[in-house]
């Protein structure tokens, strides 16, 4: 999570996920991880960045809409998100975004 | 920069800026805080979202991409672009993408 994903030239999609955590861990770590690995074995999955401070903020870019919508409705995924709302997160925001342009260095 | 932006109803524009960077501050700081002062002040800035860990990542939001164009071309900002892939950046990436769907918690 933690380099520059190495995307494909665009056209592809962003799904930009930011977010402010509630006090104490609560299995968050654990299921955040483990939605790294699982994530990564999804069709259409591009890579991933994250980084987190006062805001935590993690950019994952998919090959199309429909991967997304598939990786949404994961049964496991969706156990995550509900503890996420009920649970772990005091707010977020998740955009999904098409990637028009990119350049950069290194 | 340290709270999720209240951008307006899609469509948006999202630049999402990853970086790793050099060792040392170098003015890095100083520019940085200069930089978010100076985006807020352009037409079209609709907000900014930043967090850094071993990899940094800020998202910038704009209305269109002539607003875009216009910050990327702002003479401080083009100076501090300068001095970013000399000294302050190891690696870089710029993505530029069209928000088309958000949702939140909070």
Redesign the interface.
Known sequence: ?????K?PP?PYY?V?F???RTVGDNGYDATANRMVELAEQQPGFLGA?????????T?SYWSDLESIKQWKANAEHLEAQKTG?NKW??????????????????
């Not at 999570?1 to 994903?5: A, D, E, K």
């Not at 960045?49 to 903020?57: F, N, P, V």
């Open positions: 999570m933690s380099l520059i994903s995307t665009p962003a930009i930011t977010s402010t960045e994250s980084a987190r401070e006062e805001l935590g903020i950019v709302r997160y005091q707010s977020f925001k998740v955009r999904i975004s098409k990637v028009e342009r990119d350049y950069g260095l290194g």
